[in-house]
Each structure stands twice: as C-alpha cells, then as structure tokens.
C-alpha cells in the first residue's frame, strides 16, 4: 500500500495498519486485547500522537484505539469519504423576510478537515443552504463573516464592529439578525450589545452550538434553525440568545441578553436565564411567548446605537483570605471600573477595605454584585456591608457579574463623571435590573430528592 492509505498517520499506528493490510476510509472490524470495534478508519490529523487508529463508529461518534493492542483487522467495505457540505443557490423568495447572519468565528454548520483535525465553519448562503436545507423554507438569507475568531477572543473592538454592523443592517431594512457566536463568552457578547444597540425595531438573535456539526448529537441545524425563524418571524425585538431549552432538540429558549448565562460546560441545554424566565419557546415553525413585557417589532429603522467601551474596567471574584494587593494592582495600573462578585449579599473581608477606600478616592467605579449569580445584594443588611458602601462600593441590585462587568465598560466609555457613573449603571436598560425575581425565576432540581425523582420520573419516562 502506498501513503495515500495512512493519511496522517505515524510511529506504531502507520506500522500496524501496513502490516495488518489497514487502510484509510476502510469500513473495518479492528480486533483488540479488549474485543473488537467496527467503524470507518479516520485519517490523523498532522498534529495527532502516532500511537492510536481512530475510528468512526456506527453510532457516529470517533474513538481512538491503541495502536498496540490491535490483533487484526478485517476490511468489510471500502468507500473514501470527502468531508465537504455541498454548495448550492440559496433560493429567494418574495414572500419570505430578509435575514443577515452575521459571522464571528462561532460553529453553526461545519465540516471536519482531518488533515488538521479542525472543524471548519461553513458560512456562504450556499453553504448554510447544503447544510441545513430547510432554511430556504424559513427566510431569504444573506452572511457576512465580521471575524473569524474563537469566542474567548471576542473583546471590545469586536463588540464595537458587531454593534456598529447591526445598525448598517437595521438602516438597509432587514427583518431581522442572526450572530453565529461561539457559546463560551455568547453571554458577554449578548449583554453588551444589549447597551450598545437600543430601540432596535427587528430582534437580535444570538446563536451558537454546543456540539460541531460532525458529531450526531449535534445542536447545530436545530438551533439555526430556530434562530432564523425568530428573526425573520418573532415580533421579539430585543437581543437574544436562541439555545437549546431541554437536552432534546423539541424546542429552543429565548433569553434575555442581559438575563443568561452559560452554566454547563457541554450540556446542549446549557444557557439559562438567571433571576427570571426566558421571554419564549421557540421551534423553526413557532414561537410562543412566556413573558409579556418584551420589546415588539416595529416597521421603521430607526435604532439607537452607542458602540463604545472602556477596557480599563476588571471583575473580582471574591474568595477567602484575598489580599488587598489584588485591589491595588488594579489601581497602580490605572483601571477606572471594578465589578466585585461578592459572597451572600455582596461581602467581602476587611483587610481589604483600605484599598477599596483607595479605589474610591482614586475615582475608579467599583459595583458589587454576588457570586451566587441568583438574588439581589443587600449591602444594608451587616454591618460589613454598610461598611463597604462608607468606603464608595455601590451595590448593584440583581445584575449579573459578566452583565454588571461590560455595562460598567459601556457606561464609562461614555462618561467618567461619578455621579453619572452610578445614575447609569443603576438605571436598567435591558431587563439587566429587575424589581424583583420571579417565584419560579430560581429553580435549581436536585437529583436524588424524592420529590424531583417523581417529577422526573412522570416527564421522562
């Protein structure tokens, strides 16, 4: 066999599969010292150990087996695969409302390059229309990919160039936007462009994918889906973050930008909305409100758009024994915001007081919020509290950390003025504050209680 056999592969693994007559794109039976496994033979990517022969099983998903513990292996089919979504013409239609999915680097519908092991995003009209066909039924669509950039590297130079985009869009007259967004920081993103786009007439909908479109438990065609039909079709008019609700794919949630926020490292399911409800279900025929007090679509483009941020603005996350110094690097190095997540109703230890007094008289801004993410700080309650806001720290009701945090960067990217600082940061401007939470805007299942056992037992039998 020549090399075009063994793409990728190296070391012990290219040796087994030469002596054992293995072969890339093989459908294959691998005898191990552990049983025996049938699946296609993957190629390695360049940068892959050369200890392992990776399999894609039946079930869809890779796994990797030692090179070494492979006895023989039985070619049962042979078929090379080439992993590419075909490309056609998204169809218009007169009939259907104007979309624009807008691009950031986050995987919506994507093929795997197993030269590197990457997983590429498709992204052209064409490409989302090979993917996922059954966006042609819901909207016209048209892309623009912004960046191309992991979500942990979204900052405020890509928050400013989103913001700035979406109001060239709402000025062209489209139905609505979609924002392909990688899930780790959709929540940051979400937040922000809830301050720096106001008064929008069309909704603004946030989507990503926890798992890449490759893998059969993927979330990504559904959750297109559901996004596309609520900005072409939702009178929901705000910023959105459209994912799934349950672990099943019958129906996405809509939450609030400044309200949600990523709490499972995997899940599907893994947004939340934080001290309320998400404003509706969603399905790529339908949506259906649970809140009433959103923001409707309207007929004109008109938009308020105020795409500015301060980076010098930093959270601190209060643990035991944290030492002042922390404050204090903040402050020699010139920051002019801290949002600190305090613990219970927004405390923390006394040591570090003098450098939060120092903060103060230095004029840098500095909000608490708490660390338990649900319920609001009450800094009247202890004397700890009352304490702290002598020394200048102001309480920030029910905000969100990450929302308090880049709401503190728009405001002072507007202002430095104290009393200004604080008059904006405590008017709500999103749904960011609210009067009070909800009797079921807390809700944590504990598995294993009883009571949660028989309600499982009855919704997922």
């Not at 400013?160 to 609505?176: D, M, S």
């Not at 998400?278 to 309207?298: F, G, L, N, Q, S």
Request: charged share 25%; proline share 5%; aromatic share 8%.
């Amino acid at each position: 066999m020549n090399d075009s056999n063994f793409k990728g592969y190296k070391g012990r693994a290219k040796e087994v599969l030469q002596a054992l007559g293995g072969r890339v794109w093989a459908n294959v039976i691998l005898k191990t010292n552990e049983g025996d496994f049938d699946g296609v033979i993957l190629p390695r990517s360049e940068t892959a150990d050369g200890d392992h022969i990776v399999l894609k099983l039946k079930s869809g998903y890779n796994i990797g087996v030692r090179a070494d513990r492979v006895r023989e292996i039985k070619e049962t089919s042979f078929k090379e695969a080439i992993y590419k979504i075909p490309e056609k013409e998204f169809p218009f239609s007169e009939d259907k409302p104007n979309v624009t999915l807008l691009g950031t680097g986050g995987t919506i519908a994507s093929r795997l390059d197993y030269r590197t092991g990457a997983v590429i995003p498709a992204f052209t009209p064409g490409e989302l229309y090979g993917a996922v066909p059954e966006l042609a039924d819901i909207c016209n669509l048209e892309t623009l990919k912004l960046f191309g950039v992991f979500s942990e590297n979204m900052g405020p130079e890509q928050w400013i160039t989103l913001a700035e985009e979406i109001g060239r869009q709402i000025a062209k007259g489209v139905k609505g936007i979609v924002i392909g967004h990688g899930t780790d920081t959709m929540h940051h993103t979400a937040a922000v462009l809830s301050y720096m786009v106001q008064n929008s007439p069309v909704p603004i909908v946030m989507v990503g994918s926890q798992r890449s479109s490759d893998r059969p438990s993927s979330d990504a065609a559904f959750n297109l889906r559901c996004a596309a039909y609520t900005a072409g079709h939702s009178d929901i008019a705000e910023v959105m973050v459209c994912m799934f609700g349950p672990t099943s794919d019958k129906y996405n949630l809509l939450h609030r930008g400044t309200r949600v926020r990523k709490m499972h490292s995997s899940y599907r399911s893994t947004f939340r909305t934080i001290g309320d409800v998400p404003i509706a279900t969603v399905t790529p025929e339908v949506v259906t409100p649970i809140k009433t007090d959103y923001k409707r679509r309207r007929d004109d483009k008109d938009v308020t758009v105020k795409a500015v941020f301060d980076e010098k603005v930093s959270i601190v996350y209060y643990y035991p024994n944290m030492r002042p110094d922390i404050i204090e690097s903040l402050i020699d190095n010139d920051y002019h915001g801290i949002i600190i997540a305090g613990t219970g109703l927004g405390h923390v230890n006394k040591p570090l007081y003098p450098a939060l007094k120092k903060a103060h008289d230095k004029g840098i801004a500095v909000f608490m919020t708490v660390q338990t993410l649900w319920g609001y700080v009450q800094m009247y309650v202890y004397d700890t509290g009352r304490d702290m806001m002598e020394l200048g720290v102001i309480p920030a009701a029910n905000m969100l950390p990450e929302a308090a945090y880049v709401k503190l960067g728009w405001v002072l990217g507007q202002t430095r003025d104290p009393g200004k600082v604080k008059e904006m940061m405590l008017t709500p401007v999103a749904g960011e504050i609210t009067e009070r939470e909800p009797f079921d805007g807390y809700l944590i299942l504990q598995g294993g209680i009883p009571e949660v056992e028989d309600f499982l037992s009855q919704r997922y039998r």
